[in-house]
Nanobody, 116 residues
Framework: QVQLVESGGGLVQPGGSLRLSCAGS????????MGWYRRAPGKQRELVAT???????NYADSVKGRFTISRDNARNTVFLQMNSLKPEDTALYYC??????????WGQGTQVTVSS
């Protein structure tokens, strides 16, 4: 059984920073690719960033240069450092992991609100 628990969301002013964490439990083969997705009000869920177990990263164009994804393989944990936050970053942020077998697992989500 794979479980993902996100933390670190909250309310922040425009230009501020937040750091999201997602701790996974389960087989090490369940955490081949880890990433963050988000769903803004009235929009579909979209990719934010992913990172492989080897450290290869991928970012959405809208967050490049502002967000940084990283991971701790020993703890099956992925992080998202978000800087220079904008109101349009407001969304429910989800953690996702893809196993070596191609199975997806999702967390429950953590709310990020950027507002003055």
């Amino acid at each position: 059984q794979v479980q993902l628990v996100e933390s670190g969301g909250g309310l922040v002013q425009p230009g501020g920073s937040l750091r999201l964490s997602c701790a996974g439990s389960g087989s090490i083969y369940s955490f081949y690719v880890m990433g963050w997705y988000r769903r803004a009000p009235g929009k579909q869920r979209e990719l934010v960033a992913t990172i492989t177990s080897q450290g290869t990263t991928n970012y959405a164009d809208s967050v490049k240069g502002r967000f940084t994804i990283s991971r701790d393989n020993a703890r099956n944990t992925v992080f998202l450092q978000m800087n220079s936050l904008k109101p349009e970053d407001t969304a429910l942020y989800y953690c996702k992991t893809i196993s070596t077998g191609g199975n997806d697992y999702w967390g429950q989500g953590t709310q990020v609100t950027v507002s003055s």
